[in-house]
């Protein structure tokens, strides 16, 4: 019948979805030797194994050159979607041509390279309209975090020292959970982090320390990956690689251009950029609209020879 031919395409797409991410494995991995092996040879530590660590590790690469914004997102979104590959192929393999009708109601559990455009755009369009009804309840910017707040123990991550932007982002993380629940809710519905489900009945997901941290820690290096050289960025980046960012950040996206965008996450870049280390920057952008952030301009960074 039609129906089971449209099945049987699907199937093969998300086969292909498969393949994908497995390729997409083996091209972080070689990527990882790479820069363990070039760390080993320059004296350095190899990948750490804690908790997060690994954010920083990329981080500290990145700072050295020998890692790309490219490449700390395929690092980042192969271990997103490597970790659902095996129950995600055993779906695949037990439904066939019947697994369109069952990814609608798991949607998550699909990895990113296995969805169709229509999926995305349900998925971010319930984020948004969770965003939205977050924003409608006009909660106000809490403080931040001050500097001898928060205390963090030194072994959750390899101390203040061996691990700043990690430890800043864990810190902030340990404030925000300390906030009141419609604080922690709001937050949670603006980047997204919570899930379908607990965002929408309004119960804090079991994780959210531990994501809220994770997200933190990405959002950290990834902006100063973008601020690195934005005018370059600002140019190269596809429309949906500038969508994906937006929404990272809490960005409205559906039905929005790529210049509005573009506008926004520059918007976000510059309150990074104003942010001192103790988040309030950043608080104050989760906790209003794009329209108020202030200027979105970003300038080139001045070159050696202009500082002379």
């Known amino acids: 019948s039609h129906l089971f031919q449209i099945g049987r395409a699907y199937g093969k797409f998300y086969w292909t979805g498969v393949k994908a991410t497995w390729a997409n494995h083996k091209r972080a991995k070689a990527l990882k030797t790479q820069i363990t092996t070039a760390n080993r040879n320059s004296g350095l530590p190899n990948m750490p194994r804690p908790l997060l660590a690994h954010l920083e590790f990329y981080y500290e690469n990145a700072g050295k050159g020998k890692l790309t914004r490219t490449d700390f997102q395929l690092l980042m979104r192969e271990q997103y979607d490597f970790r659902k590959l095996p129950p995600f192929a055993l779906m695949v393999a037990l439904f066939g041509e019947w697994l369109p009708l069952i990814v609608p109601f798991v949607p998550s559990a699909v990895p990113r390279t296995c969805r169709i455009p229509k999926q995305i755009e349900d998925m971010r369009k319930g984020v948004e309209e969770r965003r939205k009804k977050s924003f409608r ?33 864990m810190r902030t993380a340990q404030h925000i959970v300390k906030m009141g629940k419609p604080q922690m809710l709001h937050i949670s519905r603006t980047l997204g982090i919570g899930g379908r489900l607990f965002d929408s009945i309004g119960v804090q997901h079991p994780l959210f320390p531990v994501k809220l ?19 370059l960025s600002h140019l190269t980046l596809s429309t949906e690689e500038t969508r994906i960012a937006c929404e990272e950040r809490g960005i409205d996206v559906v039905g929005r251009g790529e210049s509005e965008l573009k506008e926004d996450l520059g918007k976000w870049l510059e309150g990074r950029k104003r942010d001192d280390g103790s988040y309030g920057e950043i608080l104050k952008m989760l906790f209003t609209r794009p329209n108020v952030w202030g200027q979105s301009r970003i300038e080139a960074p001045e070159t050696a020879e202009s500082s002379d």
């Open 213 to 231: 941290m994770r997200h933190l820690g990405y959002l950290h290096i990834d902006d100063e990956l973008l601020l690195k050289d934005w005018v």
């Open 137 to 169: 309840e006009g909660l106000s910017t809490p403080k931040a975090a001050e500097s001898n707040d928060e205390a963090m123990p030194t072994s959750a991550a390899g101390g203040k020292k061996a691990l700043p932007r990690l430890y800043v982002s």
